[in-house]
């Protein structure tokens, strides 16, 4: 994964216009998949923990970016050149559509965005894939050796989820145009700028998430993320990315919510003397 999202970088760095970004990262994660694909085939898994993890984690994962890419090209290729107002309509009917989608799998989107673990081995080892039981959830058969019975369905949550992340910064461009003096008063007013490690930031969200510490815990991630790059006027990025990141240290995996408790003990210590 490593090498792919160094790839996907230099691609969305290097590019500006949306269409080309997705032609290139389409091509480029079709490759990675099909490397990947042959490398789980000939290789297989050690274990049942392994084989969860990979189609839980590992290959959605590749595989969202094919659907987000695809998803953007043709969002992009059909959005309208009109007024602002225009776009702006145009671009909330797409979140709306594409909310419908968590609205419908409601119940495996919480299992999965709580990290349970309870029925994983029903959704993401390949024996268990039963047509039975997820009647909806079909395209399993149509790649036995490469498809569980819900794989298919993460990489679709974090494919929308980075599409609404992106229509939601292409609205907030345009009514920027409109209310430009607004924001930037507010950012001259307030002047916050985050100066600590971007992955700190993140481990901040996600815990205040874990919580439920906002809106009584019915905000999502990406609103509380989108709400944040504003404040410090910073792109987190593919925060879905770091988290993953984050998971897989071997040690310290809360680094910085570990600072943060270090420095406060630290400093009501020196107040108390």
Do not use: C
Request: aromatic letters at 14%.
């Amino acid at each position: 994964m490593k090498r792919l999202n160094t790839e996907l970088d230099t691609i969305e760095s290097g590019i500006e216009n949306p269409l080309f970004i997705a032609e290139k990262g389409i091509k480029l994660v079709k490759t990675v998949l099909s490397e990947v694909r042959t490398e789980v085939l000939s290789q297989g898994f050690q274990s049942q923990v392994d084989e969860i993890n990979f189609f839980k984690n590992i290959k959605p994962y590749i595989y969202s970016k094919l659907v987000y890419y695809a998803k953007l090209f043709n969002l992009e290729s059909k959005r309208p050149r009109g007024s602002r107002k225009t776009q702006v309509k145009y671009f909330n009917s797409h979140i709306d559509k594409l909310q419908t989608f968590f609205n419908e799998n409601l119940d495996f989107y919480h299992y999965y965005r709580r990290g349970a673990t309870s029925f994983d081995k029903h959704y993401f080892l390949r024996s268990e894939a039963d047509i039975r039981l997820f009647p909806e959830n079909f395209h399993f058969f149509e790649d036995e050796k490469f498809s569980t019975s819900h794989d298919n369905t993460v990489a679709t949550i974090l494919a929308y989820d980075l599409l609404i992340i992106h229509l939601k910064r292409e609205i907030d461009k345009l009514e920027n145009n409109r209310n430009h003096f607004g924001e930037s008063m507010l950012h001259k007013r307030t002047r916050l700028t985050w100066t600590a490690h971007k992955i700190y930031l993140i481990e901040l969200i996600y815990a205040l998430h874990s919580t439920d510490a906002i809106n009584n815990g019915t905000a999502d991630i990406k609103d509380i993320a989108y709400f944040v790059e504003r404040i410090f006027r910073i792109d987190l990025g593919d925060y879905y990315r770091a988290f993953l990141e984050i998971r897989m240290r071997k040690n310290g995996r809360t680094k910085f919510l570990d600072i943060l408790k270090e420095e406060l003990i630290k400093r009501m210590d020196e107040t108390d003397n």
